[in-house]
């Protein structure tokens, strides 16, 4: 399938228009810290299991540094019923060590930065520098975006690297933040991994994956 210019205009614009609400993330935050930790905490887990753990864990240590200050084992209580908690933990205290020592306690705003600090990828930096800054380098991508960008035929590829080199083309810079929230809105509301409800998705009529014509 060529993947022309219309193409992807017309996705963009069919997708805001139906998750205009959902162009943001939805992990509690007040700063780029605590959304850092939450993007962490949020690796195969749901933000709403993730906002239930940092609702208590984000009044109990407010800094880099209380973190830094901290042992993994005074960390587990908060987070210990979330998956993969225990690396989790590490990797957080770790961060705030890192951070506090080489960045001055601040979130770094580029992802050549951020994936330095231990538990972070491209992903969780794409997510933290686009919801905190504003600054559009990359673009996140998660599952729901790679089911989405393969069903579209925008991808031909289950590599996140790969498919985000890929939307960094099809897609202006400005829109790039934009792109993976409503890929991801679509992934969550219609165009799941495991059915597609084809009948009541915007794009039905213009997807090539689609059942409905």
Same mark, same amino acid.
């Given at each position: 399938?060529?993947?022309?210019?219309?193409?992807?205009?017309?996705?963009?614009?069919?997708?805001?228009?139906?998750?205009?609400?959902?162009?943001?993330?939805?992990?509690?935050?007040?700063?780029?810290?605590?959304?850092?930790?939450?993007?962490?905490?949020?690796? !195969?887990? !749901?933000?709403? !299991?993730?906002?239930?753990?940092?609702?208590?864990?984000?009044?109990?240590?407010?800094?880099?540094?209380?973190?830094?200050?901290?042992?993994?084992?005074?960390?587990?209580?908060?987070?210990?019923?979330?998956?993969?908690?225990?690396?989790?933990?590490?990797?957080?205290?770790?961060?705030?060590?890192?951070?506090?020592?080489?960045?001055?306690?601040?979130?770094?705003?580029?992802?050549? !930065?951020?994936?330095?600090?231990?538990?972070?990828?491209?992903?969780?930096?794409?997510?933290?520098?686009?919801?905190?800054?504003?600054?559009?380098?990359?673009?996140?991508?998660?599952?729901?975006?790679?089911?989405?960008?393969?069903?579209?035929?925008?991808?031909?590829?289950?590599?996140?690297?790969?498919?985000?080199?890929?939307?960094?083309?099809?897609?202006?810079?400005?829109?790039?933040?934009?792109?993976?929230?409503?890929?991801?809105?679509?992934?969550?509301?219609?165009?799941?991994?495991?059915?597609?409800?084809?009948?009541?998705?915007?794009?039905?009529?213009?997807?090539?994956?689609?059942?409905?014509?």
């Amino acid at each position: 399938m060529r993947v022309t210019a219309s193409y992807t205009r017309e996705i963009l614009s069919r997708l805001r228009r139906r998750y205009s609400k959902d162009m943001r993330t939805y992990l509690y935050h007040s700063n780029p810290w605590e959304l850092l930790v939450a993007t962490i905490l949020s690796a !195969q887990a !749901q933000d709403k !299991q993730v906002n239930k753990i940092t609702a208590k864990l984000f009044k109990a240590y407010k800094s880099p540094a209380d973190y830094a200050a901290l042992e993994p084992k005074e960390l587990y209580p908060y987070i210990k019923s979330i998956g993969l908690y225990r690396n989790k933990g590490k990797n957080i205290i770790k961060a705030s060590r890192l951070l506090t020592a080489r960045f001055n306690s601040r979130v770094p705003r580029t992802i050549a !930065q951020l994936i330095t600090l231990p538990g972070v990828g491209r992903k969780t930096a794409n997510v933290v520098i686009s919801n905190a800054y504003g600054i559009n380098e990359g673009m996140a991508i998660d599952t729901h975006c790679i089911t989405v960008t393969n069903r579209l035929g925008l991808a031909r590829s289950k590599d996140p690297v790969k498919i985000e080199k890929r939307m960094l083309r099809l897609f202006p810079q400005k829109e790039w933040s934009n792109v993976s929230h409503l890929f991801i809105a679509l992934g969550r509301d219609t165009c799941t991994a495991r059915v597609k409800y084809c009948e009541r998705c915007v794009l039905k009529d213009i997807c090539p994956s689609s059942t409905v014509r």
